[in-house]
């Protein structure tokens, strides 16, 4: 017996069928389970010079910035145990495209200590981020400026030397994780379907040293960080920056926050209050950072961890887009999903776009029905191509469907990936009683 959603995809109860079928194509990475951990952290201001375009908004019409309200950055974590590590890259850019994230790859694994570090490169998309780094005729042009291959390699040098800083600075760690929300602080954009409710989950990893200092807070969220219009012309994290400043104040020491946000691709930002921009950034900024705070006391963090990974790399044919647009010069874009496991339960998936929120909210159920405590997207990260959304949106034209080159089916396609992943490393023993009633239900009305 097959159940649908209203939206014609199939529900958690028959996804192993078509999730087994994909996993075989899965490219598997060692399980690593060790006692011992340890982490390092690292930031670096990756602020183009006065007068270098911003991306994101096309009616700046490549104009350079006036200056720098604060400063753009590239934040890593570097987490480990004694066979695998890890590196969870923020940078405040509108999107690190795959050739981008390659060469940040390609660097770190240059040396002989960083040679198999697991590398995850996420952008926050604010929109008053630096530009001038697609190297796309037109479209480029028109949402980053002149590309300037001087100033595109200086996003990454920057990013290089975050990971590689991270890595001199690791000490003996303990890492926790926990979850939160912060209600009214995004909203639903789309046009289609309508009556979506956003997710307001807060993931938050926690990083200390084994004395309990903090080291490191690594926060998730979903929203576009474009509280900062398109007549600003100063450099900005938009409401990240702010969160980031509050999270240093309330957590102190030497804390390193990095930002990850999520399938933030119908999802706007909804600060509650402020007389302008900046103040709005602001107000949004603390608000989360409080709740980041709270899930951070709430968090016992240990120095036992396990961590487990899957990569899959694939390959996109671009197709128009929903309004006839192309993408010039590209016959195939080569990306890839991952998904990282901490401890058999936590979760989090990358994306090398942004997704709509309809499927984040079907991923997560379905994590919740194979046993995960939560998963957590971790958008436009080791790539930005463009918006990930429904067959619906994409038939009813909406804004997003008009810059998505993956065709219709693209979302689908994505989701069923991201739904392999996850089975792949689905935790063991975690049949839950909900899954177990679902499961008998199906045996006993399935014909014989």
């Known amino acids: 017996m097959m159940k649908t959603h209203a939206l014609g995809r199939e529900t958690p109860c028959c996804r192993p069928v078509i999730v087994a079928a994909v996993a075989v194509i899965l490219l598997l990475t060692p399980t690593a389970v060790h006692a011992v951990s340890s982490a390092g952290a690292a930031q670096v201001d990756i602020t183009p010079p006065v007068g270098t375009p911003s991306a994101g908004y096309g009616d700046r019409m490549g104009r350079g910035m006036e200056g720098v309200h604060d400063p753009l950055l590239a934040t890593a974590l570097v987490i480990e145990n004694e066979e695998k590590m890890i590196a969870f890259v923020g940078v405040d850019h ?60 200086s996003y990454i040098d920057g990013a290089v030397r975050a990971v590689l800083d991270a890595v001199k600075n690791r000490a003996p760690a303990k890492v926790g994780i926990g979850y939160g929300h912060v209600p009214d602080l995004n909203g639903y954009r789309g ?30 969220f979903a929203a576009h960080p474009t509280v900062l219009s398109g007549r600003n012309m100063l450099f900005s994290a938009d409401y990240v920056g702010a969160a980031r400043n509050h999270l240093v104040q309330m957590i102190g020491g030497e804390v390193q926050p990095v930002f990850f946000n999520g399938a933030q691709a119908d999802v706007s930002p909804r600060p509650p209050s402020g007389e302008d921009g ?16 709270r899930v951070w006391d709430s968090i016992e963090a240990s120095d036992s961890l396990k961590i487990e990974s899957r990569h899959h790399p694939y390959e996109v044919h671009p197709k128009p887009t929903s309004a006839g647009l192309s993408l010039p010069g590209a016959d195939v874009l080569r990306t890839e999903l ?71 089916l693209y979302g689908v396609h994505v989701e069923n990936m991201v739904d392999a992943l996850l089975h792949d490393l689905e935790p063991e023993g975690a049949y839950n009683a909900d899954r177990l009633a679902e499961s008998t239900v199906l045996s006993t009305s399935s014909p014989e």
């Open 278 to 293: 900046f103040e709005r950034c602001d107000f949004m900024g603390q608000a989360l950072a409080e709740e980041v705070k």
């Open 338 to 408: 991952n998904a990282i496991v901490f401890n058999d339960r936590d979760a989090f998936v990358t994306i090398p776009g942004e997704l709509s929120c309809v499927y984040d909210a079907d991923i997560k159920r379905f994590g919740g029905w194979l046993g995960f405590n939560q998963v957590s997207i971790l958008g436009l990260t080791n790539d930005a191509h463009g918006y990930i959304v429904t067959p619906e949106s994409w038939r009813h034209r909406t804004y997003e469907s008009t810059v998505s080159f993956g065709g219709e």
């Open 94 to 153: 509108l999107g690190f495209g795959a050739a981008m994230c390659q060469a940040v790859k390609k660097a770190v694994h240059a040396g002989a200590e960083t040679a198999t570090c697991e590398v995850y490169l996420g952008s926050s998309h604010t929109h008053a981020g630096g530009g001038a780094h697609l190297d796309i005729p037109v479209i480029g042009e028109r949402l980053a400026g002149k590309y300037d291959p001087e100033v595109c390699q």
């Open 191 to 220: 046009d289609w379907p309508p009556n979506v409710e956003t997710r307001d989950d807060v993931a938050v990893i926690k990083v200390t040293g084994v004395d309990d200092t903090p080291m490191a807070v690594l926060f998730n």
